[in-house]
């Protein structure tokens, strides 16, 4: 058994700790937010996609390989939570209305250059659009990429903290630098563990000790709307790749969906603006119509933390892992980063089950 700390209590240090725990390490976690729920961290504000083809728009070819393994890890790991988080694979779609076609066609020709084969977006008829998914109307073009998925990111939050309930959390505690086993809380304590992962996303900022790579994270906004529609069907997640936004629609448990925007380039914390709020809700009642009547349960912006190059980064040292810049991918590649980062700090851990997957 080894003493372990970490730094963060978002989707990266709860799935840390969660597996750690099981493990059968010791554990203590920090973070500023003031409890479980609080909704401070990036995770929570995220629509859940697991869509390593589509993001292959801005990622390569190791995140594409990441998200695969990952959506298979997630489908053991839902199984050992409490609360049997909702998880969903059926694929996912791409949509684009018809003056629209050059730039979506763009888009899907670079994904079908960088995919394998068998995970290349795969183009429907407007007959068997309708067949998956009878309540889209409007777009012209659509196309299918079947080995996607999606799950519900705030069930998941409160589920990995309720399995990990054996770990020491410590909350309003935020870390004002971590080192080789060791981490300095705010309040000047220093606490001493045989490893640290630091998983705090902007927090690192700016990077202390001998990893120094994250020291150029930057924040992206990101902005989602919560809406009701009773009447509204969708089983899978919809992009619509539209010329200012891609926009995307999420379902979620009863006949509630998540609508936002990929990403925005800013540090802005603010409320979502008016603009923002007419053109996303309008793209995607363009796509669903349904949604007319939805009523808007829940508005949140959030920052993702992202480097130079927008790709994920491990930076090992003796005692000290830091992990940084998911960007929009956390949830698709979160359970391959983190059980990535424990092989390479070379702590004892199962080799198979939904601890190790």
Request: with cysteine.
């Amino acid at each position: 058994m080894m003493n372990i700390g970490i730094a963060g209590a978002g989707v990266l240090g709860r799935l840390l700790a969660w597996r750690l725990i099981r493990a059968g390490h010791r554990v203590t976690v920090f973070d500023p937010a003031d409890g479980p729920l609080a909704r401070g961290a990036a995770g929570w504000t995220a629509a859940g996609m697991l869509s390593p083809s589509a993001e292959l728009e801005c990622a390569d070819l190791q995140v594409f390989r990441d998200g695969l393994d990952s959506i298979g890890m997630w489908a053991e790991i839902v199984a050992a939570l409490p609360g049997t988080p909702d998880f969903a694979r059926r694929g996912s779609l791409l949509l684009a209305h018809r003056g629209d076609g050059g730039a979506a066609r763009r888009l899907v020709d670079l994904i079908e250059r960088k995919a394998p084969e068998a995970h290349r977006p795969r183009p429907l008829a407007a007959a068997a659009l309708g067949e998956l998914e009878p309540d889209i109307h409007g777009p012209a073009l659509a196309w299918f990429l079947p080995h996607e998925g999606a799950l519900d990111a705030p069930q998941f939050m409160r589920a990995l903290y309720e399995g990990a309930q054996a770990a020491d959390w410590r909350w309003s505690q935020p870390v004002e630098q971590t080192g080789e086993g060791f981490l300095t809380a705010a309040d000047g304590r220093r606490h001493v563990f045989d490893h640290v992962f630091d998983a705090r996303g902007l927090g690192q900022r700016p990077a202390q000790g001998p990893a120094a790579g994250c020291a150029d994270v930057r924040g992206v906004r990101g902005e989602i709307f919560l809406v009701r529609a009773p009447d509204v069907r969708l089983a899978r997640p919809v992009r619509l790749l539209h010329p200012r936004h891609n926009v995307y629609v999420v379902p979620r448990r009863d006949h509630h969906f998540i609508i936002g925007a990929s990403e925005i380039e800013s540090e802005d914390r603010s409320p979502v603006s008016l603009r923002t709020t007419v053109e996303l809700l309008a793209a995607a009642h363009s796509v669903l119509p349904g949604l007319a009547e939805a009523r808007i349960v829940h508005t949140e912006t959030n920052l993702r933390p992202a480097l130079r190059d927008n790709l994920p980064l491990i930076e090992q040292a003796a005692g000290l892992t830091r992990i940084n810049g998911l960007f929009r991918h956390g949830w698709m590649i979160a359970p391959a980063m983190t059980a990535r980062a424990i092989r390479q700090a070379g702590i004892p851990f199962p080799a198979s089950g939904a601890s190790a997957a």
